[in-house]
């Protein structure tokens, strides 16, 4: 019989019976257009926003599942007139939150009532650049005069805050004066690092927004320096600094003959399906905002437990990690098969049409066949 | 172990039970949460204010197998460490009450 609490995040822990966390997509609109956005012309881009009504409802049954946090996304969040009212909401019923917003309608007052929660775990504001020509050329005319007001506003409510920059053909060769603006100038306490991934407009602007493999070397290479000038107040998931890191990881372990990382040689690559759900802009469940085509229920009309337990798409989703690399064509004779997980099935839907398969955009040996260089192995240290 | 004081859990909590009998205990304030064995979650369901202790005792003997002999002080400075991080209380009598 044992008493004591064990380490919360126990790896024994199998699914749960409800999401740990939802992404509320509360609004499909947003009054920027930026070049590479992953939300317009998405299966996600559908022009109906739920009541709030509906939403404070849902919010009644996230509390009914213990949930534990959410995180609103859009389009823009703060375009939503009753967000307020939605935060509220979220709090009175026993979770945190998180924001994702451009950050251009911010207001003094909206930011002192996300303070005055006391539950918000983060607001994410898009910044793109140090000065207003980079952000502006990718997110429109004025966005980044007002994304900084924004941001500082948040800052001078003590909400916690932090910028998100979307790596891009437009700005890769500013990283230097990006991170030095946020860090040195704004004092963020740290920021974090994407790519221009291939959903939305970002597919059709490819050519302007997606990196080259040289852009991608070269900002892996500034992005680890930098995160070493900065002591390691930058992060990422994903784009070229998490590449940096996990391929460079990935090539030490061949190297020294490494029997195979945890996961490894299987598509593994997303943990998202065991812990977390999304909701569309229009009631509908989704896996996440990057599968938004996988319609899995309704919310107020089926059961969020139900769903997450039983509907047959997101357990195949879950068994994704029992297929093997090794049966795929475009991975055989991959030296770096036992460390590869095949990263994230919405951007292999993306590019394949496939969710089922690796990633061809996160394949290392791709990458190094196209002339990409990883950064130089001090620079990691 | 007290046999009077009747533990309160505190209603701010989210118990978050999960498949295999474990849970967490989240608090949405500070945002940190709290691991429960399914030992511990059993004890955790009878914090009522109306439960004591002794009494809480006798429903685990009564519920699980093979509890151990020292399954009293483990109960206790359970309970204790809850209290000690704001997760119990105990009702505070009216003055003129025991």
Redesign the interface.
């Known amino acids: 019989m044992k008493l004591n609490a064990v380490q919360y995040g126990d790896p024994s822990m199998r699914i749960m019976k409800t999401p740990r966390s939802l992404d509320l997509f509360v609004t499909g609109r947003c009054n920027l257009r930026c070049t590479y956005c992953s939300h317009f012309t998405s299966p996600g881009d559908v022009d109906q926003d739920l009541s709030t009504e509906e939403w404070l409802r849902f919010f009644e049954e996230l509390k009914r599942c213990a949930v534990m946090k959410v995180c609103f996304q859009g389009g823009e969040p703060f375009l939503r007139d009753d967000l307020a009212e939605l935060i509220l909401g979220v709090a009175r019923n026993r979770m945190r939150f998180s924001i994702l917003t451009n950050g251009t309608l911010i207001t003094d007052e909206t930011a002192a009532l996300v303070a005055s929660t006391g539950r918000c775990d983060l607001v994410q504001v898009s910044i793109d650049g140090s000065i207003s020509t980079t952000h502006d050329a990718a997110r429109g005319k004025g966005s980044f005069r007002k994304a900084l007001d924004g941001l500082l506003l948040l800052m001078k409510h003590r909400v916690p805050a932090t910028a998100r920059i979307t790596i891009h053909r437009g700005n890769v060769l500013e990283l230097e004066q990006i991170a030095s603006f946020l860090l040195e100038e704004i004092r963020l306490p740290g920021f974090s690092t994407n790519s221009a991934t291939p959903f939305g407009l970002c597919r059709r602007n490819a050519e302007q927004v997606q990196l080259t493999v040289a852009e991608r070397t070269l900002a892996m290479e500034a992005l680890v320096r930098l995160n070493s000038k900065y002591d390691g107040r930058i992060s990422a998931q994903a784009g070229p600094l998490a590449e940096a890191l996990n391929w460079s990881a990935m090539e030490e372990a061949r190297r020294s003959g490494e029997g195979s990382f945890s996961g490894g040689g299987r598509l593994t690559g997303c943990g998202g399906p065991m812990s977390e759900l999304a909701v569309r802009c229009d009631g509908v469940m989704i896996p996440c905002g990057h599968l938004s085509h996988m319609e899995l229920g309704v919310i107020n009309r089926d059961g969020l437990a139900e769903v997450w337990q039983g509907h047959p798409d997101l357990k195949r989703l879950r068994n994704r990690s029992s297929i093997a690399l090794t049966g795929f064509e475009s991975c055989r004779g991959c030296d770096y098969l036992p460390y590869c997980t095949g990263n994230c099935p919405a951007v292999a839907y993306a590019m394949t049409g496939d969710a089922w398969r690796p990633s061809p955009d996160a394949c290392y040996r791709r990458f190094k066949e196209a002339g990409g260089r990883l950064p130089s192995s001090s620079s990691l240290e | 172990m007290n046999s009077i004081r009747k533990p309160i859990a505190n209603p ?1 909590l ?7 009998d ?1 849970a ?1 205990l ?1 608090d ?2 500070s ?1 940190s ?5 399914p ?2 979650v059993f ?1 955790w369901n009878r914090l009522d204010g109306r439960t004591t202790p002794a009494e809480i005792l006798a429903d ?1 003997r009564a519920h ?1 197998d ?3 002999d020292n ?1 009293e002080a ?2 206790t ?2 309970i204790d460490d809850l209290a000690r991080r704001g997760f119990v209380g105990y009702e505070v009598p009216l003055s003129g009450q025991r």
């Open positions: 701010d989210v118990l978050r039970e999960e498949f295999d474990w967490v989240f949405p304030d945002g949460g709290y691991g429960l064995s030992v511990s004890i685990l699980f093979d509890v151990p399954a483990e109960v400075e359970f």
